[in-house]
């Protein structure tokens, strides 16, 4: 914001030139005298409606009865370096509670003096601004001890649009008792004494809110005793932030990128900034680029792919020298673009490139083998477990080694030991970092003929999806198979006529089965037929058992009439 050359008090706003100091001061005074003509109002409600009225912004009307004085005062200046001005959140457009803290060199007494804080035209400010959003605080006071460091509320709060452009607020707010309550230790109202380190704090529920636009913004503290105004020692400074939708995905992931502050109605291109420099070298890839809206916000979306994002192993991430690094950028039509301070702003627009796992195929049976394949992982790492629900699974290769590129591929052999259904594979490497993917496991299956049965009835089972290699057995003795039915054990001598049955190399068999008349057979419904191979391969089939009925045809009849009995 350019600034006049010479600051005046806020009774007048004026840029004057030293050989027509005494002609300004006259039309001045006749401005003053135009408004009194004007208005009839209470002098703080007239001073309050300053801006609905557009009225010389910075006027006290309460003075108007006083005798003309100079327009420039014998000012003081607040000490030097130790003004300081904090928002937070320090977000672009963000509602924030902004801390002023300075050292007066003068008292400022109670209901008369007053502090003053001067905005920058890009700061926001609500339609009101209620006192009750505002405190006070002084280390000393004038009377007594009660009332230092207490946090209070100005006693009034007046905001006016002041500069060239009437469009910079400033916050006038009149020094209140500074104690709490009635202090033990003190006397009559207290006052600021000078001295004393002031802080001013407008709390988030206040309702202003930064400048939209990234860059440097003025903001200047002054009061009605020292009428020059001053700038925090350190530049107010609000960043250009670029938020992700996802901190980590893998390839593939929609990832949204919203960059705030940017200039509007420029283009903000996004990209790998490996570096951290935020120069757009050669081998930094565009991801995406989208027109900066009137709110200074810049969105697009990018599909993740590698490149231009790399494997996490290999890349430094650490503030301030950044090597490799996901780290995403944007730079607008003004050169703007994110600016690198701390660990955090690398942290906030890092993006992780997640490796995947992908199983095919992913649906398989106990004793397939299926081709696992790895992406994104880090380079040059060993695969130390592979588990499959649980169970550690052998690889071919052996070892498993990721390439350079972050890839790598090899098979595993599915045992009888994991259970059915959906099973998480898990993979981990030597740093810890885990991938994993689903596989549905099925079971061998059996076809049972006829599938409605009764006890006593034998019943054709045919076999597939078993152990191949033809050196597993079923109904041998000794040999962990079973054959259950609703749960309960087929005897051997039911099964196949009591001799043993093998399974050929491509994991099928046939046998009959007798069904016994057991507790799960004589009641109507539905029982699972279960078989277990030698090697633990198992599978299932359902047979019904339906209700026993009797009927009579004809119901009733003579003696000796025929009846047919189902």
Same mark, same amino acid.
């Given at each position: 914001?350019?600034?006049?050359?010479?600051?005046?008090?806020?009774?007048?706003?004026?840029?004057?030139?030293?050989?027509?100091?005494?002609?300004?001061?006259?039309?001045?005074?006749?401005?003053?005298?135009?408004?009194?003509?004007?208005?009839?109002?209470?002098?703080?409600?007239? =001073?309050?409606?300053?801006?609905?009225?557009?009225?010389?912004?910075?006027? &006290?009307?309460g003075k108007l009865t006083e005798p003309f004085a100079s327009p420039i005062p014998a000012a003081t200046t607040l000490v030097t370096g130790t003004t300081t001005f904090?928002?937070?959140?320090?977000?672009?457009?963000?509602?924030?509670?902004?801390?002023?803290?300075?050292?007066?060199?003068?008292?400022?007494?109670?209901?008369?003096?007053?502090?003053?804080?001067?905005?920058?035209?890009?700061? *926001?400010?609500?339609?009101?601004?209620?006192?009750?959003?505002?405190?006070?605080? =002084?280390?000393?006071?004038?009377?007594?001890?009660?009332?230092?460091?207490?946090?209070?509320?100005?006693?009034?709060?007046?905001?006016?649009?002041?500069?060239?452009?009437?469009?910079?607020?400033?916050?006038?707010?009149?020094?209140?008792?500074?104690?709490?309550? &009635?202090?033990?230790?003190?006397?009559?109202?207290?006052?600021?004494?000078?001295?004393?380190?002031?802080?001013?704090?407008?709390?988030?529920?206040?309702?202003?809110?930064?400048?939209?636009?990234?860059?440097?913004?003025?903001?200047?503290?002054?009061?009605? *005793?020292?009428?020059?105004?001053?700038?925090?020692?350190?530049?107010?400074?609000?960043?250009?932030?670029?938020?992700?939708?996802?901190?980590?995905?893998?390839?593939?992931?929609?990832?949204?990128?919203?960059?705030?502050?940017?200039?509007?109605?420029?283009?903000?291109?996004?990209?790998?900034?490996?570096?951290?420099?935020?120069?757009?070298?050669?081998?930094?890839?565009?991801?995406?680029?989208?027109?900066?809206?009137?709110?200074?916000?810049? /969105?697009? /979306?990018?599909? #993740?792919?590698?490149? $231009?994002?790399?494997?996490?192993?290999?890349? &430094?991430?650490?503030?301030?020298?950044?090597? !490799?690094?996901?780290?995403?950028? @944007?730079?607008?039509?003004?050169?703007?673009?994110?600016?690198?301070?701390?660990?955090?702003?690398?942290?906030?627009?890092?993006?992780?490139?997640?490796?995947?796992?992908? @199983?095919? $195929?992913?649906?398989?049976?106990?004793? &397939?083998?299926?081709?696992?394949?790895?992406?994104?992982?880090?380079?040059?790492?060993?695969?130390?477990?592979? /588990?499959?629900?649980?169970?550690?699974? /052998?690889?071919?290769?052996?070892?498993?080694?990721?390439?350079?590129?972050?890839?790598?591929?090899?098979?595993?052999?599915?045992?009888?030991?994991?259970?059915?259904?959906?099973?998480?594979?898990?993979?981990?490497?030597?740093?810890?970092?885990?991938?994993?993917?689903?596989?549905?496991? !099925?079971?061998?299956?059996?076809?049972?003929?006829?599938?409605?049965?009764?006890?006593? *009835?034998?019943?054709?089972? #045919?076999?597939?999806?078993?152990?191949?290699?033809?050196?597993?057995?079923?109904?041998?003795?000794?040999?962990?198979?079973?054959?259950?039915?609703?749960?309960?054990?087929?005897?051997?001598?039911?099964?196949?006529?009591?001799?043993?049955?093998?399974?050929?190399?491509?994991? =099928?068999?046939? @046998?009959?089965?007798?069904?016994?008349?057991?507790?799960?057979?004589?009641?109507?419904?539905?029982?699972?037929?279960?078989? #277990?191979?030698?090697?633990?391969?198992?599978?299932?089939?359902?047979?019904?058992?339906?209700?026993?009925?009797?009927?009579?045809?004809?119901?009733?009849?003579?003696?000796?009439?025929?009846?047919?009995?189902?």
């Open positions: 914001m350019q600034r006049n050359m010479f600051t005046v008090s806020p009774m007048f706003r004026v840029t004057f030139a030293t050989a027509g100091l005494a002609l300004v001061a006259v039309l001045a005074l006749v401005g003053v005298l135009n408004l009194v003509s004007l208005t009839a109002a209470d002098p703080v409600e007239a =001073s309050s409606a300053n801006i609905s009225q557009n009225l010389p912004t910075n006027t &006290d009307l904090v928002a937070s959140p320090n977000k672009p457009g963000s509602a924030s509670s902004y801390t002023a803290t300075f050292v007066t060199t003068s008292d400022l007494t109670v209901g008369t003096d007053t502090i003053i804080l001067h905005f920058d035209k890009d700061f *926001q400010f609500p339609a009101t601004l209620d006192r009750t959003g505002i405190t006070l605080s =002084s280390t000393s006071v004038t009377n007594g001890s009660g009332g230092a460091s207490d946090s209070v509320n100005p006693q009034t709060v007046i905001v006016d649009l002041i500069g060239t452009e009437n469009n910079e607020p400033q916050v006038t707010m009149t020094v209140p008792d500074m104690r709490l309550g &009635d202090a033990t230790t003190s006397t009559g109202a207290q006052s600021i004494a000078a001295g004393s380190t002031v802080t001013v704090v407008l709390q988030q529920s206040a309702g202003v809110k930064n400048p939209t636009e990234g860059g440097g913004f003025d903001f200047f503290v002054s009061t009605s *005793q020292e009428t020059t105004e001053v700038a925090p020692g350190t530049a107010f400074s609000v960043p250009f932030i670029i938020e992700m939708s996802s901190a980590d995905g893998p390839r593939g992931e929609n990832l949204t990128l919203v960059g705030l502050g940017f200039k509007n109605a420029t283009t903000v291109t996004f990209w790998r900034d490996a570096n951290g420099d935020g120069v757009r070298d050669a081998l930094e890839i565009d991801l995406c680029n989208a027109v900066a809206s009137g709110a200074d916000i810049a /969105t697009c /979306t990018y599909s #993740v792919s590698n490149p $231009p994002f790399a494997p996490r192993l290999g890349f &430094d991430c650490t503030f301030p020298n950044l090597s !490799g690094c996901n780290f995403i950028n @944007a730079v607008d039509g003004r050169n703007n673009k994110v600016t690198i301070s701390s660990q955090a702003d690398i942290d906030r627009s890092t993006f992780d490139l997640r490796g995947s796992v992908t @199983a095919s $195929p992913s649906e398989a049976n106990p004793g &397939d083998t299926i081709t696992i394949q790895l992406k994104d992982f880090p380079p040059s790492e060993t695969v130390t477990t592979i /588990t499959l629900g649980g169970f550690a699974m /052998t690889t071919t290769p052996a070892t498993v080694t990721i390439d350079v590129q972050g890839e790598a591929n090899f098979t595993i052999n599915i045992p009888n030991d994991v259970a059915l259904g959906v099973q998480v594979l898990e993979v981990r490497t030597a740093t810890s970092t885990t991938r994993r993917t689903k596989i549905i496991i !099925g079971s061998a299956t059996l076809l049972a003929t006829p599938s409605t049965v009764v006890p006593n *009835q034998r019943i054709s089972v #045919v076999g597939t999806g078993f152990t191949e290699g033809g050196g597993a057995t079923i109904n041998q003795a000794g040999d962990g198979s079973a054959v259950t039915i609703g749960g309960e054990v087929i005897h051997a001598s039911k099964i196949n006529d009591g001799a043993a049955i093998t399974v050929d190399n491509g994991g =099928s068999w046939s @046998a009959s089965i007798d069904l016994p008349i057991t507790t799960a057979t004589a009641t109507a419904g539905t029982r699972e037929l279960r078989v #277990v191979d030698s090697n633990g391969r198992e599978g299932k089939v359902n047979l019904i058992f339906p209700a026993r009925t009797l009927t009579l045809d004809p119901v009733e009849g003579a003696v000796g009439s025929n009846v047919t009995v189902t």
